[in-house]
């Protein structure tokens, strides 16, 4: 695989971390041991957002290795990726959606990142031959889309993009083709500076296959003004952008943070999508996730401040069984609805289970 990335834009390591922060030595330490086990990537851009005097910025937490991640509860797959995978970078989970982990990369990593487990690493999980995932979709006609991920498949170079839709696109059952990326957030000068790929981008979706992008914008403070332009020639190219907001604690756990991000979305053109529920995942389960009955309640709070637009997006949790809608509360039991379903014998069902002030996931819940 070919990439775009500039080294120079990046810092990795805890020692360029030190120019930013000040560390205490038993601090720095912790932080070293977290790097070892899941690298750190920033990008210098996102690095000019962060308000380093506060050390609760919200947008530092995201980014920046913390010692809280030295908490080992929870699961490094918690969505059954392993389960869905057949073949080497290709998971079929829904009968309508293939999903290939095109590179291990990404812009900046997200400590909070589900796939923590293959980020920055060296991974069995990436796909090392496309055309054998593009043999799996060609068999298998009840796909209608593909979602391209990763880490971060804008990472990769633009000609590695151009043979991944060209080998697409001709697959008569495929009514589109997602990418899912960060890049218009922690780099967005991959998109601004690139005219190949916007003209890539143009010629697909007005001449062969529509193209959506599927955006992880989590706080209002991402929206820049760069991300706004690169957002603009996306859209200029006739991609459409959904968005994927994760719930994270002390980022955007409150009703007018999270109100406020959904408003600047539609405003800028991006569709929220989903809000998910961060997964209980080993070193990011203690650090960022909300017990349900916390948030939920957020949720709504958020809601009550927007309109019928910027309220599209589902509360979801990406489980093993599916996607599960977080319904709402009544009495003591909160109330869900399979959206997605692997088993399809699931699909739309609703279902209730008491509620525990403690729970952050389905599985802590009883019937
Ligand atoms: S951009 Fe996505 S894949 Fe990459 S670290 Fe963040 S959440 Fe994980």
Not at 160 to 188: N, Q, S
Not at 243 to 259: C, I, S
Request: glycine residues 4%.
């Amino acid at each position: 695989m070919t990439y775009w990335k500039r080294e120079k834009d990046f810092i990795k390591s805890v020692g360029e971390l030190k120019q930013y922060i000040s560390l205490e030595p038993k601090e720095e330490i912790q932080l070293r041991k977290v790097v070892l086990r899941h690298p750190m990537c920033i990008s210098k851009f996102y690095l000019s957002l962060i308000d380093f005097s506060d050390s609760d910025d919200p947008l530092r937490k995201m980014v920046v290795p913390s010692s809280r991640e030295l908490d080992i509860s929870g699961s490094y797959d918690t969505s059954g990726e392993l389960y869905n995978t057949k073949l080497s970078g290709l998971q079929h989970k829904y009968s309508k959606t293939a999903l290939v982990l095109s590179t291990n990369r990404c812009a900046s990593y997200c400590r909070f990142c589900f796939r923590k487990r293959l980020v920055g690493l060296d991974s069995e999980e990436i796909i090392k031959n496309f055309s054998h995932a593009v043999n799996y979709i060609q068999a298998h006609e009840e796909i209608n889309n593909v979602l391209i991920s990763g880490g971060d498949p804008l990472m990769l170079s633009t000609r590695v993009v151009t043979r991944f839709l060209e080998l697409l696109a001709p697959i008569p059952h495929l009514d589109f083709i997602r990418f899912g990326t960060k890049v218009p957030v922690y780099y967005p000068k991959r998109i601004i500076q690139d005219d190949a790929l916007i003209s890539l981008l143009d010629t697909y979706n007005h001449e062969r296959k529509q193209i959506y992008f599927v955006t992880q914008i989590d706080h209002p403070r991402e929206i820049t003004d760069e991300l706004k332009e690169a957002v603009k020639l996306l859209i200029g190219a006739g991609v459409v952008i959904n968005n994927q907001t994760v719930f994270l604690r002390r980022v955007n756990d409150n009703p007018d943070v999270l109100a406020e991000l959904m408003r600047n979305l539609v405003s800028i053109g991006i569709n929220p999508y989903y809000l998910f529920q961060c997964r209980p995942v080993k070193r990011v389960k203690k650090h960022f996730q909300i017990p349900l009955s916390v948030g939920y309640p957020i949720v709504e709070k958020a809601k009550a401040q927007l309109d019928g637009h910027s309220k599209r997006f589902r509360f979801v949790m990406s489980h093993k069984k599916g996607k599960i809608e977080i319904i709402g509360i009544k009495g003591d039991e909160m109330i869900f609805k399979f959206h997605q379903a692997k088993d399809e014998r699931n699909a739309g069902r609703i279902f209730s289970r008491k509620l525990n002030s403690a729970a952050t996931w389905l599985d802590d819940l009883n019937n």
